[in-house]
């Protein structure tokens, strides 16, 4: 892991032996389940160092200033990984940043068991898996409105993932959002979903992931206001008619 414990310094995270070791662990069962579960395309040992770990850590400075956090974190913030699949970003920046109380959430059955099979192998605490998408879970009051933190990492164009995101953050909280190249344009078009749901964006800013060119881009989405009621909206909406 000699790429991640130089990418992370340069992140601003020095990782101990032991959180080496869990990557390095989790790299393992990430290939051996992969061969069943068809989890990721990226599998070299190079690649997911640097396109899967790195890139994952790379919001956390961003997200830890924002909130007026320590880096890593030293409050036992809840986030919550929306669309998780193989765990990214969620269970790099848990192992990164123990103290944080991280949920995974996932649609597909198959990801939900590997992710559960993860946690335990890791011996990761305070880290669960809820089964359910979020246009659905959103609308519940065990997770709408409940989490300081919301990720998602290439789940969907930004107009409709923000329906997915901002109401399951607290008021006060942040929705990170992962985006490529095409973040710019995306934002342009998302900007007025972004506004009714009760969002204002604090920051839209190209990042360097170590080791990695390929531009990346994070987004972070302060909750100021309560996201109405009718959303998000079910049948997959969000998704066939984003709000514009």
Avoid: C
């Avoid at 601003?12 to 068809?38: I, K």
């Avoid at 790099?92 to 649609?107: E, F, W």
């Avoid at 979020?134 to 009051?141: D, K, N, Q, S, V």
């Amino acid at each position: 892991m000699a790429l991640l414990r130089q990418g992370a310094l340069e992140l601003g995270l020095e990782l101990s032996d032991a959180q080496l070791a869990q990557f390095q662990l989790y790299y393992h069962e990430l290939v051996r389940w992969n061969d069943r579960f068809n989890l990721t395309a990226i599998t070299g040992y190079a690649d997911v160092q640097t396109k899967h770990f790195l890139d994952s850590l790379a919001a956390l400075p961003l997200a830890a200033q924002e909130l007026g956090e320590s880096l890593p974190p030293t409050r036992p913030l809840h986030l919550v990984d929306v669309g998780s699949g193989a765990g990214f970003p969620g269970i790099p920046l848990k192992i990164a940043a123990p103290r944080l109380k991280v949920t995974l959430m996932d649609g597909t059955g198959k990801k939900v068991r590997f992710l559960g099979e993860l946690i335990s192998t890791l011996g990761l605490n305070n880290a669960g898996v809820v089964h359910g998408r979020a246009e659905e879970l959103g609308r519940t009051t065990a997770h709408r409105g409940q989490y300081d933190l919301v990720a998602a990492r290439a789940v969907a164009p930004l107009n409709t993932l923000v329906e997915y995101l901002l109401p399951l953050v607290r008021r006060g909280g942040l929705a990170v959002v992962y985006k490529g190249g095409n973040a710019p344009q995306e934002f342009v078009d998302a900007r007025k979903a972004i506004e009714t749901l009760g969002g204002d964006t604090v920051r839209f800013a190209p990042v360097e992931v170590p080791f990695l060119d390929e531009m990346r881009y994070v987004l972070l989405i302060k909750k100021v206001r309560h996201t109405p009621d009718q959303y998000p909206r079910g049948q997959g909406l969000a998704r066939k008619q984003p709000l514009s």
